[in-house]
């Protein structure tokens, strides 16, 4: 073949390949498009359904915001009175607890007195109605022992109502008593038995309340706080020491559960 007829078709066959290759080219860069398109389409439909998932959570919270509110609406006629009655009633106790404490103030005459809140086994000083200070103390565990030898029988409670301090004393000796040696199944010496009497059990120092009834020491200070005792009220050692030097022989004792 001549020369200029092979130049002639390496012309016509370049041109034939540059055709092709801007076509392919043109497909190429519809096809980008198409995809760029697609992934805005999808980054609006994923931001779409985020609004939408953030606004189906703010429906939730308002919701239950508002079941909330229902069930305290609903509860309010458990809350409210049914008739004025009802606070007519109140107010008439109000004015009854007013006069009480009015009526007690001129009996204690602003005179110092102890309190013991027995089922919160606390002890409180006070001065009139002013409170001085309170303690953790410990009164009767409660339980019943029987000797069944003889059927006697204790209830370790300490009783309520209202005492004087009618004695004290301090570095006291403790009196065992005869349910002592019932409890720890020994035999019950006589009364007069030197052997009942026990250095160090009831701490410091006593205030006796009668019926042998006493304010004392314990050597279990952990206990305090807690009903723990046969009927006595125990203290720890510096409260029982600042009570004892505060209180004289005659101050009243109110004991109540």
């Keep these: 073949m001549e020369p200029a007829l092979l130049k002639r078709a390496y012309s016509l066959l370049l041109l034939v390949w540059l055709g092709v290759f801007a076509w392919k080219a043109g497909e190429l860069t519809v096809w980008t498009t ?3 398109r697609a992934t ?5 439909s994923a931001a779409a359904l ?3 998932a953030r606004d189906n959570a703010a429906v939730v919270k308002a919701a239950k915001a508002d079941s909330a509110e229902l069930e305290f609406l609903q509860g309010l006629p458990n809350l409210l009175p049914q008739d004025k009655g009802y606070l007519r009633t109140q107010k008439a106790i109000s004015e009854e607890v007013q006069a ?3 009526k007690l103030a001129g009996r204690l005459g602003g005179a110092l007195h ?3 809140d027995a089922k919160a086994n606390k002890l409180y000083l006070k001065k009139g109605f002013k409170l001085l200070w309170s303690a953790d103390c410990s009164v009767g565990r409660g339980g019943l022992l029987v000797d069944k030898r003889t059927g006697q029988r204790w209830q370790f409670v300490t009783p309520r109502g209202e005492f004087r301090v009618l004695s004290k004393a301090e570095s006291p000796l403790w009196r065992k008593p005869d349910w002592a040696y019932v409890e720890e199944k020994q035999p019950i010496p006589p009364p007069d038995d030197p052997a009942r009497l026990v250095q160090g059990e009831l ?3 006593l205030l ?3 019926d042998g009834y006493l304010i004392h020491g314990t050597k279990n200070e952990a206990v305090l706080g807690h009903p723990a005792s046969h009927g006595c009220v125990r203290l720890g050692a510096d409260d029982l020491k600042k009570l004892y030097e505060t209180v004289p022989v005659g101050t009243r004792v109110f004991i109540f559960y």
């Design 114 to 116: 102890i309190v013991i």
């Design 40 to 44: 805005e389409s999808l980054d609006g």
């Design 34 to 36: 198409r995809l760029v």
């Design 203 to 205: 701490g410091a120092y």
């Design 208 to 210: 006796n309340l009668g």
């Design 50 to 52: 985020d609004r939408t």
């Design 100 to 102: 009480l404490r009015h």
